[in-house]
């Protein structure tokens, strides 16, 4: 993308930063399934129950007695060496199972949608050949690592509306937040070559200047990321160290992106 300069000498650059309009487990979860390699998300539910003590409720005094039920999740994908088999894939038994338990464990009376937990990170390993053409990567196998953060002013209403029906932000209580992709790393020679990265950021307050690949970042989006919730944010990098997503070149909802086509084709390590 070609720079800018404005009145005041600044030099603006516009980074195309992939992310998902979602933190919604079962949205995760369903999309990627065995794919996900890593993942940390929680929730919880608060009851509480709360009365006026009688002697001198005329003051305003009352009691509150409040019962919580929370639930996370810390996982990590394990492989036996002598396997081919994963030893705790997210497959539709293990998924189906979570389902049940946030069901009994997170399930109030007053919530009409289905519990839910809020994903704080995500990493899905990946095989496309239209990855690795844009980048030096000799593999065709990638792991990406996404982040929840707080969904910018201009990709709110986008972001409420990819999940109108969810119950996050009102019933659940989530934060209306993006999952922003930090990291993009060739999974052969991540550990013996380079750090293998051909995208890393790791948002405004760390990194003003993003490293990343605009080809790598568009093909994410169309082949990767599902179409309800994929999203490119188009930043501004500034040299006073301000970053803000471009509010007038953001994509439409239909999430279209520089004419790629859109053909998922995440698989799971095998």
């Known amino acids: 993308m070609s720079s800018t300069s404005d009145s005041a000498g600044t030099v603006a650059r516009t980074t195309l930063i992939p ?18 390699i890593k993942l940390e998300a929680s929730s919880s539910s608060t009851t509480t129950n709360e009365t006026h003590v009688e002697d001198i409720r005329e003051y305003g005094v009352f009691r509150a007695q409040e019962t919580k039920q929370s639930f996370s999740i810390d996982y990590t994908q394990l492989q036996d060496a002598d396997s081919s088999a994963l030893d705790n894939p997210w497959d539709e038994a293990a998924i189906n199972t979570l389902y049940e338990h946030l069901n009994a464990i997170l399930d109030a009376e007053s919530q009409s949608v289905k519990p839910d937990l809020a994903v704080q990170s995500v ?20 792991d990406l690592h ?6 910018e002013e201009a990709l709110r209403d986008q972001t409420r509306r990819a999940n ?11 934060n209306v937040t993006n999952l922003n992709l930090h990291s993009v790393i060739e999974t052969e ?3 013996y070559e380079s750090d293998g990265k051909y995208f890393s950021w790791h948002g405004p307050a760390n990194d003003t200047q993003p490293n990343g690949n605009d080809q790598l970042a568009v093909r ?10 994929g999203v490119l944010k188009p ?23 520089e004419g790629e086509e859109a053909s998922a084709n995440t698989e799971a390590e095998s």
């Not at 992310?19 to 996900?36: E, H």
């Not at 500034?238 to 994509?251: K, M, Q, T, Y």
């Open 235 to 257: 930043y501004h990098v500034i040299d006073d160290e301000v970053i803000d997503v471009a509010d007038e070149a953001l994509e439409a909802d239909d999430g279209d992106s």
């Open 19 to 36: 992310a998902l309009k979602t933190n919604s487990v079962r949205a995760i979860l369903n999309t990627f399934g065995d794919s996900i």
């Open 189 to 191: 020679t991540k550990f």
């Open 123 to 142: 990493t899905i390993r990946v095989s496309d050949e239209a990855l690795k053409e844009v980048t030096p990567a000799r593999t065709t196998e990638f």
């Open 146 to 151: 996404v982040e929840a953060a707080q969904a």
């Open 164 to 174: 109108a029906g969810r119950g996050l932000y009102t019933e659940l209580g989530f």
């Open 220 to 229: 994410i989006n169309d082949r990767i990321l599902p179409d309800q919730y």
